[in-house]
């Protein structure tokens, strides 16, 4: 799994050269863009992938005889064998591309739970979830009847174990848990949680969204029943991601959406289905996003991602130590085991306020409740400016904002 080539040390200006958004300049600024977590910025790779598919290879797959078609085919169906590669999945029939972590989730919802739910049963999530892991079990809750419990967290933005181990009682049908949170950075020691549940006999699914771009993650070592990811936060297109499950899993679930591809034979009276990982991709996919994913998954293998996370554990440190002399300045998520995320408020700023300060400066920050509203009332803020930073960041950028910060600091 570890690519050799990785082992190279991290030559920062030749990361930044692959990125050709971070030559703009915003208000006469250097771009700083600190908002990774969102969606980060594309490599060349990336870039030029796509488009050398619609210049030289573009058609639908799967269906055509046509020589564009297979070629179409074919790269559409290597990424998913890099994918499968690269999470360690047993085979590329367990990787489904869905539009991205959101359906994902929507899809394991639907098609794996609701069938086995009763009123009454139990859905278990955490207080740190990201909405696309709370709002699909709501529905569902509407739909079924069962009831969803929410595992609590510390001040720190930690999981409390205990009180989620002492959670996972014999009516609980799923664990839904975020691996990477993206509002407070915390890494949930999700092998662990796995592990936890699975004595209970609980499937897991692991929201990994964010933990793509900065942890090595093999599905088969996490122990989790379902991973669902998204291409736009591993330096991918927007718009492709996927769900990956064991194949005895994804045989057991019935298909989710209708239509084309996913199909065996139709007739009027009857319709029988596709195999895996057909059988859950209904409709003409997006082909260009899963070659993208493909040449994503590749930049971050070659650069090695155990190499990115030691880079970015020093952006991490600097930007805590720097952010922590600001005054005023409230870190929120002060877990022990972060990723490069820092969600904070800075006195009586609005973090909308600060957030369009910064940008003059060429900063670019989110402000708001990330898709998080629970962990900002768990906190008491309406919103929080948040940096998270990805690989082509610098010591110098998190310098650039702790000056932004103190300049805004001072207009109010
Ligand atoms: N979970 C987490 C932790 C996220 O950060 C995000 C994106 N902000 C999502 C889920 C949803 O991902 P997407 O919008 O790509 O479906």
């Not at 989710?256 to 065996?264: A, F, H, P």
């Not at 300045?329 to 006195?347: E, Y």
Request: with cysteine; hydrophobic share 40%.
């Amino acid at each position: 799994m570890t690519n050799p080539t990785a082992a190279q040390p991290f030559d920062i200006e030749r990361v930044r050269r692959d990125f050709p958004i971070l030559q703009r300049t915003v208000h006469g600024k250097p771009l700083v863009y600190l908002d990774t977590a969102a969606s980060a910025q594309r490599p060349l790779a990336v870039i030029e992938a796509t488009d050398r598919f619609y210049r030289e290879h573009n058609a639908n797959v799967h269906r055509g005889v046509h020589t564009l078609s297979q070629e179409a085919t074919d790269l559409y169906e290597g990424a998913r064998r890099g994918l499968a590669r690269f999470i360690n999945a047993d085979s590329e029939r367990e990787i489904i591309f869905t539009r991205g972590t959101t359906e994902a989730i929507n899809l394991v919802a639907q098609s794996y739970l609701r069938p086995r739910l009763e009123p009454g049963d139990e859905i278990l999530i955490t207080h740190m979830e990201h909405h696309s892991n709370i709002v699909p079990w709501q529905m569902l809750r509407e739909q079924t009847g069962a009831v969803l419990k929410v595992a609590p967290i510390n001040d720190r933005g930690e999981l409390e174990l205990d009180a989620l181990e002492a959670l996972l009682s014999d009516r609980v049908r799923l664990l839904g848990v975020v691996h990477i949170s993206n509002a407070l950075g915390t890494i949930n020691p999700v092998a662990e949680i796995c592990r936890m549940a699975k004595r209970h006999g609980i499937p897991v699914l692991v929201d990994g969204a964010q933990a793509m771009p900065h942890s090595r993650v093999d599905v088969q070592a996490l122990g989790c029943d379902f991973f669902c990811l998204s291409a736009h936060k591993m330096y991918g297109p927007t718009g492709i991601g996927a769900l990956w499950a064991r194949e005895s899993t994804l045989e057991s679930m019935p298909p989710w959406q209708g239509g084309g591809e996913m199909i065996s034979r139709v007739t009027f009276e009857q319709s029988t289905w596709n195999e895996l990982p057909a059988k859950f991709e209904a409709g003409t996919p997006n082909i260009a996003g899963g070659v993208g994913l493909g040449a994503a998954v590749d930049y971050l293998d070659g650069l090695g991602l155990e190499v990115i996370a030691a880079y970015e554990r020093s952006l991490l440190k600097y930007a805590t130590e720097r952010l922590r002399e600001i005054d005023g300045l409230r870190i929120i998520g002060t877990a022990g085991n972060k990723a490069p995320v820092v969600s904070f408020t800075l006195g009586d700023i609005h973090p909308h306020d600060l957030g369009t300060i910064v940008d003059h400066y060429g900063v670019a920050l989110r402000t708001g409740h990330h898709c998080t509203m629970p962990v900002m009332q768990f906190f008491g803020v309406p919103a929080t400016a948040r940096a998270s930073f990805g690989l082509y960041n610098t010591l110098e950028e998190v310098d650039v904002l702790a000056d932004a910060l103190e300049k805004a600091r001072a207009m109010f």
